[in-house]
């Protein structure tokens, strides 16, 4: 069965750190693509940053260079290290598993966070 299962959000202080994990079930970590994406208040949902199986990654402009992507074969984990939070990062953060780079199958239950000025 798919599922992914997303952690490690919180509060946390502008300029500060969070890393969120997603656990995937084998089958859904099969997908050629896993994803990071978000969605704040009023806002439509948007791609933070996916790899790929071969470990090709791509990054919205507004993340580059603050937050890294990557995955952990053997634990069936993708992760998304986030640096020098902005309060503009603010939003419900989701895992998601895709087998094309347009079509995203499976989705997490998303995870909070929230960044303070």
């Known amino acids: 069965q798919a599922q992914l299962v997303e952690s490690g959000g919180g509060l946390v202080q502008a300029g500060g750190s969070l890393t969120l994990s997603c656990a995937a079930s084998?089958?859904?970590?099969?997908?050629?693509?896993m994803g990071w994406f978000r969605q704040a208040p009023g806002k439509e949902r948007e791609l933070v940053a996916h790899?790929?199986?071969?470990?090709?990654?791509n990054y919205a402009d507004s993340v580059k260079g603050r937050f890294t992507i990557s995955r952990d074969n053997a634990k069936n984990t993708v992760y998304l290290q986030m640096n020098n939070l902005k309060p503009e990062d603010t939003a419900v953060y989701y895992c998601?598993?895709?087998?094309?780079?347009?079509?995203?199958?499976?989705w997490g239950q998303g995870t909070q966070v929230t960044v303070s000025s």
């Open positions: 790899i790929s199986r071969i470990y090709t990654t």
């Open positions: 084998a089958r859904t970590f099969s997908a050629n693509f």
């Open positions: 998601a598993a895709g087998f094309t780079i347009s079509t995203w199958n499976y």
